[in-house]
C-alpha cells in the first residue's frame, strides 16, 4: 500500500507495530458504547434528533430492516415528534431509513451492489473535496486536519474502533468545511452515513484498520499541507482500500 505523504518516522513506526496491531484487532472485543460525538451546541431540535438517529442506525442500535414509528423514537430517544419526523425526512433522503405512509419507518437494508454503485460517485466527488480543500483550507483547519491525522495512526496501534469510527466522520465533515463548495457538501452527505455503517458492520471480517487508519491519515495530512495533487492522490487510494474492503465483504455475514 502506498502512504503517500506518511513521513519516514511513520512508515518506521508503522513496519514496527503493523503486525502486532494486526493481532491485537482480529482479538478486540464487540465495539464500545464510549467516545459517541455530540452536535453542535447552537444546533436545532430537528438537528440534534437527526444525528441521534443517524448515529443509532450507523451503529446498529437501529438495525437494518427493524421497523419503528415516530412514536417510538421519540419515546426512545426523548425527542417531540415536529423534529423526529424532520430528521427522519433527512434521513430518508440519505436513504438509511424508508417511510412507508400508514405503515411505520424502516431501516433500509445493506446491499453491496448499492455500496459499489455508491462509490463509483464518492470517488470522484472526494477527489475533487480533496484537491479544494488543500487549496481552500484556513489555519485552523489545516491545523485540526495534521492533528486527525496523528490521531488515527493511534487508533491503529489500541485498535480503537470507536474512536476511528468518530475521526472518519469529523474528518469528512471538515474536508467538506474546507472545500468550501455546498454543492459537493449537499452530494456527499448524502453518502456518509452509508458508508458510515457498512464499514461498522463489516469492518471486524474485512477490514485492516491500521491500513484504514494509514490511508485515512494520508488524506489528512495532504490536505493540511496544501498540497493538492497529494491530496487527490490520497483520496484516490483511500477509495481504493474502501472498494476493496466493499468487495471482500461478499459472503461474509454482518
Do not use: K
Not at 1 to 11: E, I, K, R, V, W
Not at 151 to 167: I, V
Amino acid at each position: 500500500m502506498s502512504t503517500g505523504a506518511l513521513p519516514a518516522s511513520a512508515l518506521r513506526v508503522m513496519s514496527e507495530t503493523m503486525p502486532a496491531a494486526l493481532s491485537h484487532a482480529r482479538r478486540l472485543p464487540p465495539p464500545r458504547r464510549r467516545g459517541r460525538t455530540a452536535p453542535a451546541p447552537d444546533a436545532t431540535l430537528t438537528d440534534r434528533a437527526y444525528h441521534v438517529l443517524e448515529e443509532a442506525i450507523v451503529r446498529l442500535d437501529l438495525q437494518p430492516g427493524e421497523v419503528v414509528s415516530e412514536a417510538q423514537l421519540s419515546a426512545r430517544f426523548h425527542y417531540g415528534r415536529t423534529p423526529i419526523r424532520e430528521a427522519l425526512q433527512r434521513l430518508a433522503r440519505e436513504r438509511l431509513v424508508r417511510i412507508l405512509p400508514r405503515r411505520g419507518i424502516v431501516v433500509a437494508a445493506v446491499d453491496v451492489r448499492e455500496q459499489l454503485r455508491l462509490l463509483e460517485v464518492r470517488r470522484e466527488l472526494e477527489r475533487l473535496c480533496a484537491r479544494l480543500a488543500a487549496r481552500r483550507a484556513d489555519v485552523p483547519q489545516r491545523a485540526r486536519l495534521l492533528a486527525l491525522a496523528a490521531e488515527m495512526e493511534r487508533t491503529a496501534e489500541t485498535g480503537d474502533d470507536t474512536t476511528f469510527l468518530r475521526l472518519d466522520r469529523e474528518l469528512n465533515l471538515l474536508v467538506l468545511e474546507a472545500a468550501r463548495n455546498e454543492f459537493a457538501t449537499a452530494a456527499m452527505t448524502l453518502m456518509h452515513g452509508l458508508s458510515r455503517r457498512f464499514w461498522f458492520i463489516h469492518w471486524r471480517r474485512s477490514a485492516d484498520l491500521p491500513q484504514a487508519a494509514a490511508v485515512h491519515a494520508a488524506l489528512a495530512r495532504a490536505i493540511g499541507q496544501a498540497r493538492p495533487e497529494a491530496a487527490a492522490a490520497a483520496s484516490d487510494r483511500l477509495l481504493d482500500y474502501i472498494e476493496a474492503f466493499t468487495r471482500a465483504t461478499v459472503g461474509a455475514d454482518p
